[in-house]
């Protein structure tokens, strides 16, 4: 990839990378990650969205995001072919002290299975900065449990929750209400459109809930 050889230079200022739909696949990932690691690197915002990077992309691409040099702060992983299995190398990522990533956007991957809780665990970390997390159409079901006890922890920072086109009913929603109405929840923004809700489930989950703090339940 000969353009990390110019975001590796010391002249270099760039700050936002975007290379959605780039037809790229999992070599760009080491090059990516070499820039990351450079000392001159000012990459801040990287979007690989709509590339076929997949799980083995993500392992090479993660290597980089733990080094001490880098600045990336928002990283952009949507539809790229990722399963769960990606979720575990992402949270020992997010765990680590020298990782700054504070957005993250896996919206479109298949992340459905075990492997989902490996990405909440991080979430729970105290070393861990996100403040936005998007899942959207992640193929997601039985996930809310494991979300609601992040929100619960006192080390979670997270503002900003995008859960929408996923397969979420009623249940889903009161287990994730538990984890809004914490007191150590520091969400601001929920976004449920195009879910499995029902008006029960609303009235259910979030019905008390949201007379008693300012949160956001976005709708369609």
Not at 82 to 96: A, D
Not at 176 to 183: D, Q, R
Request: aromatic share 4%; hydrophobic share 35%.
């Amino acid at each position: 990839m000969a353009l990390s050889l110019g975001l590796r230079g010391h002249h270099c200022k760039v700050d936002t990378l975007s290379l959605n739909q780039c037809k790229l696949g999992k070599s760009c990932c080491a090059a990516l990650a070499s820039i990351f690691k450079s000392g001159s690197s000012q990459l801040n915002i990287l979007d690989l969205s709509l590339n076929n990077l997949k799980d083995a992309g993500v392992v090479l691409l993660v290597a980089g995001l733990t080094s001490p040099n880098c600045k990336l702060e928002i990283l952009r992983l949507s539809w790229c072919g990722l399963t769960q299995k990606s979720c575990s190398y992402i949270s020992s990522t997010l765990i680590t002290d020298f990782c700054q990533v504070r957005e993250l956007d896996l919206s479109g991957n298949n992340l459905s299975g075990p492997g989902f809780g490996l990405l909440c665990s991080g979430l729970k970390s105290q070393h861990c900065k996100l403040e936005t997390l998007k899942l959207n159409e992640c193929s997601l079901q039985k996930c809310c449990a494991d979300i609601a006890l992040v929100l619960s922890t006192n080390n979670s920072h997270l503002k900003e929750l995008d859960l929408s086109g996923n397969d979420i009913e009623d249940l889903e929603v009161e287990l994730l209400s538990n984890g809004i109405a914490n007191p150590n929840c520091t969400l601001e923004t929920v976004r449920l459109s195009f879910c499995s809700i029902t008006v029960k489930g609303c009235s259910r989950g979030f019905g008390t809930e949201l007379q008693s703090f300012p949160h956001e339940a976005a709708g369609p």
